[in-house]
């Protein structure tokens, strides 16, 4: 096992009984060990004659890591962070609640199935109005078509 490991073996019981002491939001177990050896890593790095006395090492790896818990308690109990303490949701929990804005690729294949069928079974002269009406221009006889058409898909709705 390397020292770092070793040391932080050390003083996990400190990290443990934070977790108990505190809460914050969406943290597991394996977060606490996660922020428990970046601030032991900081530590060390700030001073790392701490290794060899292990007394001291004690004291400043608990002050230090329950001030950098208590920073984000305050940091999770901030009015100015409303959004975060909002309930967290996993979208795909929720994905069919939510309206997609358009149609669907099965609703659009349908639809589009649906049009082709409708203008397979036009004559010549419809068929040339049907092109003016997809492509948005005006003609005599624009609404019975439009009605038609309506009639026709009545069923997708």
């Known amino acids: 096992m390397m020292e770092f490991e070793k040391v932080y073996t050390d003083v996990r019981g400190i990290v443990h009984k934070a977790r108990k002491d505190f809460y914050i939001k969406l943290w597991e177990k394996s977060d606490w060990d996660q922020e428990g050896m970046m601030t032991l890593y900081q530590l060390l790095a700030a001073h790392p004659n701490l290794i060899e006395e292990k007394d001291k090492l004690y004291r400043y790896f608990k002050v230090k890591f329950r001030?950098?818990?208590?920073?984000?308690?305050?940091?999770?109990e901030s009015q100015k962070r409303?959004?975060?303490?909002?309930?967290?949701?996993?979208?795909?929990?929720l994905s069919h609640m939510v309206k997609?804005?358009?149609?669907?690729n099965d609703?659009?294949?349908l639809l589009r199935d649906m049009m082709k069928t409708y203008r397979n079974q036009l004559?010549?002269?419809?068929l040339e109005q049907y092109e003016k009406l997809i492509?948005?221009?005006s003609f005599?006889?624009?609404?019975?078509?439009v009605r038609d058409l309506q009639e026709y898909l009545k069923d997708f709705k």
Request: no cysteine; hydrophobic share 30%.
């Open 100 to 104: 997609a804005p358009g149609l669907v």
């Open 140 to 145: 005599s006889g624009r609404r019975k078509m």
């Open 67 to 76: 001030n950098h818990v208590m920073d984000v308690v305050r940091k999770q």
């Open 135 to 137: 492509s948005g221009q």
């Open 82 to 93: 409303k959004f975060d303490r909002m309930s967290h949701e996993d979208i795909h929990d």
């Open 123 to 126: 004559n010549d002269e419809q």
């Open 107 to 109: 609703e659009f294949v």
